[in-house]
């Protein structure tokens, strides 16, 4: 038995020879999207890394290390515990910002780990400034505005509220103010001017402070919307910020699953869960170590790629296999414990999303906990 395992970004993973599927992550690529992000703002401003949900599936710790070595001091996570966690591995340099504020209790947690958090309305406002009380000394957060998504922030009359009652900050050092934009990947979408007008009418109403409102996408739709600190997460790992352009990013995630077995199907045989394929002739398949449990969507038609073919996925998409049909190589080209693409120059992540319904995001965020992750240029 192989006991060969490694450890990355706390997972206990597969040797490269035992793993089902190798997930392939550039870092250099990471730092070049980050490179190239920074060279698209404008008026000083800078760049944070976005890497809530474990870096997008790709390992916050080893993400945000490479960030850091471009330079990167500003690090969004969603939840509390991801801020814990990266606090532990990046010390205590960074600002590290909690973009779902914290749960009513939680601000001890947060306090320890030196968090900020993102304030999203006036009960975590005032839940942060007793804890700056309790504490005996300011707190840094940053406050969120809702300039037009409806989903997290201050709404316009909270914002006023604030405003208008000077108390409501004791204790609160607000480091950052910001907003996000809910068509910014629509660079025509009338709510992008919309909420650009809202976020500077709202935040002239608080304190000064730093200012942030772009993710990936709103860096692209110009120079108004930089402020400060743009939040970009999607562009880093390679997804298109642009989309309908040409990815201005580098691809970042190569996934290659490996073959099991190899076999002919006969004419008219039922292949795979509820025999919703059958095969019009005789046909050679081979099945991949990857399934719906590896986080590749059960929906759509993708493909693998190997000797320059493109060979179909045929049937469902099962827990842990998948059947590709192989007739467009030579005979026994392909042979169990080879690895075929199924992310990559052939495939990339975007066009996965489209081909399975749905988003560069979310087949990244997917990502199973199977594959042996390979990291390169790190
Ligand atoms: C996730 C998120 C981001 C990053 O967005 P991308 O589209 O991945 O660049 C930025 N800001 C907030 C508030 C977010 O929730």
Redesign the pocket.
Known sequence: MDRNFEQTDMLRQPSLAAAGAVLTIDLGALRENYRRLNARLTGGARAAG?V?ADG?GLGAVAVAHALQAEGCDRF?V?HVEEGVCLRSALGDGPAIFV?NGLPPGAEGEAMVSRLTPVLNSVEQLAAWRAAAHRAGRSLPAALQVDSGMSR?GMAAAEVEAVAGDAASLDGVDVVLV?S?LAC?DEPHHPANAAQLLEFERLRAMLPAAPASFA???GIFLGSAYHFDLA?????LYG?N?TPGHTNPMLPVVRLDARVIQTRTVEEGAGVGYGHIYFAAGSLRTATISLGYADGWHRRGAAAAFFGGKRLPFIGRVSMDSIILDISALPESRLQAGDLVEVIGPSQDVDQVAALTGTIG?EVLTSLGNRFHRRIVNG
């Open positions: 976005v809530k997008y969004f969603a973009l997290l910001m996000h910014a993710n990936s996408s939040r970009p997460g999607a562009a997804i910020p995001y």
